[in-house]
């Protein structure tokens, strides 16, 4: 089956730079795409989310990008704090609002 | 607190055991889903309901694995006989019936099968 994957598992950064987390989707049909934030037993948290009709979207110290032609998305933290450290999943949602997630990046933040 | 609530937060059953999990969505949410999630990969697709109705649960891991939502408010997660290869977190989200509308996560039920 079609699956939204991610390039890479772990991401180290100094606290206050910025990060960026990749992501691949295969699905071309799929129309709106989420990030997810989890912490150690914790579920996901939304952060962001897109729909195919943008390019950008911009929340609070966070920016989605999502580019149609080569199917990636990605997710931009500015300023990063060590409250960011956690596993970083993009999630495809499919009809019936079934998400299909990738394998989740790692974001350590370093003091 | 007005977020997704799960109950268990923690199960440590015997393999060959019945067990059940709960949960309580948003209550305005009349979306429904239950996910599973092993250690290092993203939350797995089960099953869905609006409101009562059960509307995808051909992705439900097998048949010892069942879901329930009789009053369309809380479900209920069942797996009979459980197997080892059930450990993992099983994690249900709500969200409203709009098109594209994102879902909030409760923090879920960590299984083990020992």
């Known amino acids: 089956g079609e699956s939204v994957g991610l390039h890479l598992p772990t991401l180290s950064v100094q606290e206050g730079d910025n990060s960026i987390i990749n992501c691949a989707y295969s699905?071309?049909?799929?129309?709106?795409f989420i990030w997810y934030k989890q912490e150690s037993g914790k579920g996901p948290q939304f952060i962001i989310d897109?729909?195919?009709?943008?390019d950008k979207r911009q929340g609070q110290r966070v920016t989605v990008l999502l580019n149609k032609t080569v199917k990636h998305l990605s997710l931009q933290i500015a300023a990063t704090q060590p409250g960011d450290s956690a596993v970083y999943f993009c999630?495809?949602?499919?009809?019936?609002?079934?998400?299909?997630f990738g394998g989740g990046t790692r974001l350590m933040v370093k003091p | 607190d007005t977020g997704v609530s799960q109950d268990p937060r923690h199960k440590i059953t015997k393999r060959g055991q019945n067990v059940t999990f709960r949960c309580d969505p948003i209550?305005?949410?009349?979306?429904l889903y239950w996910y599973r999630q092993t250690l290092g990969q993203g939350p797995e697709f089960l099953t869905y309901?609006?409101?009562?109705?059960?509307?995808?649960k051909s992705r439900l891991l097998s048949d010892r694995f069942s879901a329930e939502r009789p009053k369309g408010s809380f479900s209920t997660l069942e797996i009979q006989r459980t197997e080892q290869g059930d450990s993992a977190m099983y994690l249900c989200?709500?969200?409203?019936?709009?098109?594209?509308?994102?879902?909030?996560f409760g923090s879920g039920t960590q299984l083990s099968v020992l």
């Open positions: 989200a709500s969200s409203t019936a709009a098109a594209n509308e994102k879902l909030f």
């Open positions: 699905n071309s049909a799929s129309d709106y």
């Open positions: 897109i729909r195919s009709n943008m």
């Open positions: 999630a495809e949602n499919n009809a019936g609002n079934m998400l299909t």
């Open positions: 209550s305005e949410h009349n979306r």
């Open positions: 309901f609006q409101n009562e109705a059960q509307l995808e």
